[in-house]
């Protein structure tokens, strides 16, 4: 059976706690990955622990939402960090996109969807008349004609990408069960494996607590 994929949401600002994070989720069984959201790289000392990370996967979390020369330009102001994946939403549009990608170099480009954190009556708060699950779809076909390098979805939207989008799916939302918190539409790990995932995101189901002791309830949870 082929490893899993896990990129670890380091959702803080304390290097310490990220070191301990990478040093804990050493593990033979799985692949981890290491995701850097806004308040870690815009940090006192974020950005150079980034750049000083060797031989691990790096995913920058910036979600980049502009017109497409600042999108570019914001691509080529993060080139020192070697990031292997950078984010940004694709409803900054088709010529954003485009620009963002240009520039990226070795660095992948993965589209943001729709939040995890939002839902139907989410949306048409906010002016969305599509559903959920139109709304990505089309996205998804935007993201494949700025032909990006992989896309980040919920995991009960991960069918639908994979008709019209054929790279790497990333998927946040996962819970070792269910019940929700301030994300609204999730799944297990093994249901978003299930359903087509390359990548899962999870943060605090392995952060929070023993992190040696969380990782091996998720391996045993897969194996099941």
């Not at 998804?140 to 989008?165: H, M, N, R, T, Y």
């Amino acid at each position: 059976m082929k490893k899993q994929k896990i990129f670890i949401a380091c959702d803080t600002t304390s290097i310490e706690k990220i070191k301990k994070i990478i040093k804990e989720t050493q593990n033979s069984k799985l692949i981890f990955g290491y995701k850097f959201g806004l308040q870690f790289l815009n940090s006192k000392n974020g950005r150079k622990f980034v750049s000083s990370l060797k031989n691990k996967i790096t995913f920058g979390d910036y979600k980049l939402a502009d017109i497409p020369n600042t999108c570019a330009s914001a691509i080529k102001a993060v080139r020192d960090l070697k990031l292997n994946y950078i984010t940004i939403h694709i409803s900054s549009g088709l010529k954003a996109l485009k620009a963002a990608k240009k520039v990226s170099g070795k660095t992948k480009l993965i589209g943001v969807t729709i939040l995890t954190s939002l839902d139907n009556k989410s949306l048409k708060e906010i002016g969305f008349e599509k559903e959920v699950k139109k709304l990505v779809l089309h996205q998804a076909k935007l993201a494949s004609k700025a032909k990006l390098d992989a896309i980040v979805c919920s995991p009960q939207e991960i069918k639908i990408v994979k008709k019209v989008f054929k790279k790497e799916i990333i998927t946040p939302g996962i819970r070792f069960n269910t019940k929700t918190d301030d994300q609204k539409r999730v799944v297990t790990p093994k249901q978003a494996y299930n359903n087509g995932s390359d990548w899962l995101v999870i943060g605090r189901p392995i952060t929070k607590g023993n992190i040696k002791k969380n990782i091996q309830t998720l391996i045993d949870h897969l194996s099941q």
